[in-house]
């Protein structure tokens, strides 16, 4: 187990709340602790906000919960998860030092809004932090689902100092599939999360050329449960409208660094993705920044990382992820330094080892800022537009 300072630390550089970022932690070993058993590892398929983060691509928002959907009659039932949870708690305590605490008040069955019966489990946590009242890691599973693509096989993101086993991963759902469920959700509850999980998504390259699949997905899902198919109209005029922007901060705040994006970039966002998801032809992208000397190998880590270089490097990428302008102090060849307010782009080396941040300066000129270079960093609540494409 990680130690409570290597925790501390990162909360310095990630601009997030302790209790977060040691539930993260949590969530990746407890993962890993659920792929131990043959009854769940090809039976329980994760999906939902937590699966994209852990086990694509990172997103920034840190959620707290895991959602799965059952196949192959895999195991559900409260009585029979008890048994399973109590394997993987004493599993988790030997590989990791994580103490779980299971027992039989862990799982009980409730009905979701189509009445059909799922099950809720709530399971207390010790991690390096050991705080007198234990957190709890939030569980929902059911069988009530239309699962449309196969799942597929996927690592587990785990970006801590100790390491999962080798070769542990997750069965989740395709990205496909993640994409297509969130669009239900955005329609069925309109909640800030999944707009802003829609939102990171539609801007990843990673669904380039894939809008026919989603929107043939999202039909068979929206059948399932009884619902229209979303358009940009039903969303705009959802009656949540309102009370998603009303929510905004307060459901988000705690789940990614600060600041918050601004409600309205991602609300006005949705004419692009639902423009896409019908196949209308779009503006070209953005051009990638370009230069002689950069290593073409070479590429930054996917998912949020502890840089250890004096200044929240992770906070500028979290910043051009969501369109936000930094300040920058940086301190020029010439020796001048000062701050600037610029546009983040990507994070590239040069073929000699240099780490270079492209931003767009407040002149609108591209420069190349050497990362030693910099002081230090701070976003801004300022949106921009992007002239280059995004790499973050």
């Known amino acids: 187990m990680i130690p409570s300072r290597e925790i501390l630390d990162l909360r310095a550089e990630w601009s997030l709340d302790p209790g977060i970022i040691e539930k993260d932690y949590v969530l990746g070993w407890l993962l890993a602790g659920i792929a131990t058993q043959p009854l769940l590892a090809q039976s329980w398929v994760f999906k939902g906000g937590t699966c994209l983060r852990k086990c694509y691509y990172e997103t ?16 559900e039932a409260p009585e029979d998860l008890v048994p399973i949870f109590q394997s993987i708690r004493d599993w988790l305590q030997e590989e990791s030092g994580v103490s779980l605490v299971v027992d039989g ?10 009445g059909k019966p799922t099950t809720q489990g709530r399971v207390a946590y010790r991690g390096p932090s050991a705080p007198r009242q ?13 699962l449309v693509l196969p799942g597929v096989f996927r690592p587990i993101g785990h970006q801590y100092s100790d390491a999962l086993p080798t070769g542990q991963g ?22 800030p999360r999944d707009l ?33 198919v979303p358009t940009l109209e039903s969303i705009r005029s959802s009656p949540f409208r309102d009370e998603i922007e009303a929510e905004w901060t307060n459901m988000l705040a705690h789940q990614l660094p600060s600041p ?11 004419d692009a993705v639902f423009a896409w998801l019908a196949g209308e032809v779009s503006s070209p992208a953005p051009p990638r920044v370009q230069r002689g000397d950069l290593d073409p190998e070479w590429v930054p880590p996917k998912a949020i990382t502890s840089w250890r270089r004096g200044f929240p ?13 930094v300040d920058i102090d940086y301190r020029a060849e010439d020796g001048r330094q000062g701050p ?33 270079r910099i002081a230090g960093a701070r976003p801004t609540s300022d949106t921009f537009v992007p002239r280059y494409l995004v790499e973050f």
């Open 134 to 146: 234990l957190p709890k890691v939030k569980i929902d599973i059911t069988s009530d689902e239309v």
């Open 170 to 191: 997750a069965f989740c759902y395709s990205l496909t599939e993640v994409f297509a469920e969130k669009l239900r959700a955005l329609a069925e509850r309109c909640r």
């Open 260 to 270: 918050l994006p601004p409600f309205s970039g991602f609300w006005d966002t949705l």
């Open 196 to 228: 802003y999980d829609v939102v990171h998504m539609h801007r990843h390259p990673d669904l380039i050329g894939r809008a026919a699949d989603v929107a043939e997905v999202l039909a068979r899902k929206c059948r399932h449960a009884d619902i229209e």
């Open 313 to 325: 490097m992770e906070l500028i990428r979290y910043a051009g992820a969501n369109r936000l302008k």
């Open 340 to 372: 600037r307010r610029v546009e983040p782009y990507s994070l590239r080396r040069t073929n000699d080892g240099n780490l270079l941040l492209f931003v767009v300066n407040d002149s609108g000129a591209l420069r190349g800022y050497r990362v030693d």
């Open 105 to 114: 008040t862990s799982f009980r069955r409730r009905r979701n809004s189509r």
């Open 60 to 75: 920034y928002r840190f959620s707290e919960d895991l959602d799965f959907t059952i196949v192959n009659s895999g195991p």
